[in-house]
């Protein structure tokens, strides 16, 4: 149980696992921008280009990649048929008499739904999942949101809640497992009988478990006071982030990605998203 | 500002009282319907760099005691002064609490519940980045930190993935480095196995010994009692005895009475001299104390040679 | 006679990942019925694994646990092999007797946790009731007995532990930790097991606590006659109520025998990570100072005797 992996990040050695979190986050954000910018055929095969090198550089097992995108496969497959059969242009491929009519635009705007789609998941899961661990992208998160403070937002609080959470799960996961065999062992069953009777049967752990996730709460509250957590007020950090040049070139490589896709929309011939 | 460094020799000559509690009490609820006295008039004095015991079972009041000493609780009544701060004045402001807590810090009973960071150094480090101490000083109090507790090599490790002593050894630290006068110890061994609690009272003794910080170890372990310099018991929320080991062990009867048991050595000299076999000498708190004692009045009586075939 | 017997057992936990770990490797043991076994061993020697083996809860890797001598973890094919001999399954139609035998290993599954009681450590955090009493009755409960023969359980149960009849309305949540720990121990005992299997019982007691939770174990294994298992680090409580004992160590069996027989390699023991007990410690220290006194010594009176003995000599 102590190896549970909680959250995806996978350790490997890459340009995109050397990235500052903060840039990390910056560049997300840029990136679906520009997957939102892609409005023809020659930006989207840009995209599709760009995705397929993001998976490159970030040296990550490329099947693993790829299967994170199944469980939006039902999110793509639902907006494929919608925009294959919804969609009305002027090439229409079925016979004028047919009830249910095709038309080319529709199919390319699948295409292009379906590439949109795609490249999002990819190019989030590659910078934020796959490569962060999830206390630097708390961290990076904390840090980047610090001028919403100022309008009294609690970025602080939040990134301490989420840092002791990440902290928990597993020791919570742990626990979990021990009560649910100390119940097993008086004879309770959670896998047989009904919906009802199954979810009665979780009582048994669920009470525990929550009576022993406040006692730790409590502990952890006095702790924390005894070691004079005050809030973020004056608070000084052990590690501190730093951008270097390649976070800036990262930056800049993806902002004149995202003026290709301008230039790509602009002058590019062939079918375009209606 | 005091700040403990290596070797601090203990000065015998000039105690210095650093814990000054007066007829101090404290009550569960004081205003309430239902209230609860745990602590009913504690009077004693502690002198910076002593090392403490503090002896009781479950429920006698010795661990509201400690939450009292850096205002986890606040006294019902009574007079408490702790490093020179007045904690019963009513003008304690949060500038001197954190203060307070700085000077006296405190480790828990369950090792899992007191770790916050998903890293080792970043945990030994929440206590000093909460007091606004500046990153280059950080580093170096994180790693001397480590260092004196012996964990330096796990830095970079998940605190889940380590055993309860190293877990309460990184707690050690994290106190450590917020550079304590006194840290107290709340049953912090009770949850270990024999190892662990072998390696964290390695440690107490080392930081009572070499850096001179005030120790209250507050346990039911009468064998970690009997390394202290000085034992208290409380019951039923009053000091009922206080002296060192070897006094407070030599009152067996009162400790019996109040469900604590002396250390097996002792029990032993108590039961050989109820049996009539005299034994001279007061040392009975620890266990070649003990052996030399027995084998003194045993030599005497098979004579100085030993047996009479030796 | 062996009550339980494991034969070539072996654990490996995330197999063929590259974080594989031997818990157990190639353990051969038996435990004899009616007497009480000790298990000692460093924390991470596999013995937390072993103990949930002996009710099922976790699966050996490879290797037979034998309880009266049937295999605890028997397949489908094996319960078909073992009754493919008698006339009266093979008078059956194919379909019933699958039937059947699936419906027998059911039975055992869950059998076997009633027959053998698993007490956890720190089992005080498997209570979840309103009352201790209902707390109590949650295995008898789920044993589908009677109304009035959970009462009587639950009773007894209590009595084992020397739990007061008024707590018995209380909510476990309002207890002391020991009253607490005492309450899990009875909604174990109360499923009556065979086998009563204990992780580290007294952990975290203070002296009072830790004799009243063990005098209550040693209690029940004296009027019920069964069979019971005690992980602990405590030389001198095993020293107290242990009949047999099994060392543990680096996912191994060490040592397996009659507590003499094993305490007399004190050595290996303490290297084992069993703390030692003061007054071995004080007897060794009176034996380099010429006194001539039994080497295995662990209990207070043992010691108390034989140094009066070198008195009188």
Redesign the interface.
Known sequence: M?NVAFGQYYPAESPIHRLDPRAKVILTVLYIVCTFLCKNALSFAGLTLSALLLVLLSRLPIGMVFRSLRPILFIIAFTSIINIFMTKGEHLLTPADWKIQIYAEGLWNALFMVLRITALILGTGIFLTYTTTP?ALTDALERLLAPLKKIKVPVHDFAMMM??A??FI??LT?ETEKIMNAQRARGANFTTGSLVTRAKALIPILIPLFVSAF??AF??A?????????GDE???????LRYRASDLYAVLIMIGFGAAVLLLNHYGAGPVLS | MHVPEGNVERSKKLPEIFIHAEDLCFSYDAEGPDAHPALKGVSLDIQKGEYVAVLG???SGKSTFAKLL?L?LEPTSGKLTVAGMDLTSSGIE?KDL?DL??KV??V???P????????V??DV???????????SE??KR?DDALNTVDMTSYALQ????L??GQKQRV?IA??LA?QPQCIIFDEST??L????RQEVLRTVKKLNREQGITILNIT?Y??EAAEADRILVINDGKLLLDGTPDEVFAERSVLQEV???V???T??IH??RE?G?SLQGSQISD??A???M??R???A??GKG??AN? | MDKIRLEHVSFVYNQGLPFEQVALDDISLSIRAGCTTGIIG???SGKSTMMQMLNGLTKPTSGKILLDGYDINATLEDVFEEWSSKPEYRELSKGARKKAIKREISNRRSELCFRVGLVMQYPEYQLFEETVEKDIAFGPRNMGLSEQEIADRVREAARFTGLDEDLLQKSPFDL???QKRRVALAGVIAMRPEVLVLDEPA??L????RTRILEGVSQYQKSTGSTVLIVS?SM?DMARYCDDVIVMGGARVLMQGDRKEVFSHAEELIEA???I???T??IR??R?????LPENVYT?ED??AA??E??A?
């Not at chain 1, 006095?222 to 005050?230: I, Q």
């Open positions: 102590k206390i840092t002791i990440l902290r597993p020791t742990e006692n730790r502990d952890l006095a702790a924390m006071e005894c070691r004079c957590y005050h004056g608070r000084t950090r052990l590690k501190v | 079972h479950n429920g850096n986890l949060e954190l807590r700085r810090g405190m828990f009973q369950n899992d519940n007191q770790l916050v960071a998903t890293l150094e970043e480090a929440f206590g000093p980045e909460n007091l606004g101490v500046p990153q950080l580093r994180v998940e605190p889940h993935r055993s309860g707690a994290g106190i917020m009770a949850m196995d024999p190892n662990g039911h009468m064998n469900g604590l048991e250390p097996q050595c029990e032993l039961r050989l049996r076999i266990a070649e003990c052996a030399d027995i084998a009045a045993w030599k009586k098979h030993g047996p030796g | 460093h924390t991470g002391s930790g020991g952990a975290g203070d002296p009072v606590g680090h001198e990570g069993l703390d007990p003061q007054i410690h004080l220290l009176l380099k100072r010429g006194m001539e207070v010691a108390l140094v009066e070198a008195f000599d």
